[in-house]
């Protein structure tokens, strides 16, 4: 049946051993069954702990009565091992949400959209005003493209971490036991980890992806008056996202060193570094795999599409979208709305982006393999 498929993907799925010879000593196996006694860990003591974890982390931010809610999980019955798995993922989702505010923040500093407008505004020639206002289209767009990006490898690095410590805790308190402070605060450190890529990583895509925007514009001879259709822009995201992939995203070492680079093993405070360290290793190694880029690439080939159609048939008011109908307006035109748009890929209200990942068949597979996986690489 279905459940006996998910058992074989979750033990093919990462089968293959990958020689990372820096850190890697055995090959990531995933296991496909698990016995009565880790049923009762997924069962009873996992909500209580998390409920800590969440307590620990979120102890100097205020308001974290949602996500406590979540860590509570549900009562009764589904409470089993597929409702705690849901349940992980909603809890991991909405750390995300919580940091979207400060991240739009940091995210929109690294493109210089107000200092091009004002250059467009001091241009005295014909020349001048259309080299400016290309380099205001291009942070624009790039501003844009870059939010959909940080949103999701945001969204995917959580799912890494959080689903290596529920699964963690499971394994090595199977029998309900109380977790000491000492564990939680690995778990804490280890998920604090997401911080480099909340600032350092963030500036470093803004630059991928502001170069793959200006090579996109010389390859296409694009200007600010080419006229542009909802499937012209389509087309210009695709060919921008690829050229992001192939300098961060395809090959994983590059993508680890967006993400979660070695630099930060020596930031662990030193009583906590050696498990911590075990836990950046598999994650890192996940990092790595032809699964991630895989599933990485269909997040974002489904965001982009849906961003193109925003500016058409599938706007929330398509009479006032400019390339409804089949329309086309200059690149410059979209401006405006681009901008609107990438404030709003990174608001945490009723975000729909958020929605379309979380429901998402590949990052679905992709997580249950991590989450059901008694044979971590994190434990020697």
Partial sequence: GSSRQERLFAANMFQRAWSFAKRHKKKLIFATVFGGGAYCAWKYWLPRLQQKLLERLLQDGGDFKELLELARGVDGDQRDKKARFTHTQSVSDSYVRKELALLQERQGACFAVEECSDKVKRATTREAKIQCLTELVVECIGRLVSAFYTLHALLLLHRVEYNIVGREIAAV????????????????????????????????LADAIRRAVQKCFQSAELAPTTQMTSEGLDKLFANICAGVDAELFTAGSRCVAALLPESLDQAIDEVHRVKVKNYLD??????????????????????????????GDDALDPEAAPLAGGRSCPLAKLNGPVIELSKSLLSEDDNGFITCFAEEPSVLQFCEALYFNENGGSRH
């Fill in 173 to 204: 308190m199977p029998h309900g036991e109380v977790a000491s402070e000492v564990t939680e605060r690995e778990h804490a450190a280890f998920l604090d980890t997401t911080r480099y890529f909340k600032q350092e990583g963030v500036e470093q």
């Fill in 282 to 311: 598999e994650a890192r190694d996940y990092l790595e795999s032809p699964q991630f880029a895989g599933v990485f690439r269909a997040v974002v080939s489904g965001a982009s599409r849906r961003l193109a159609s925003a500016f």
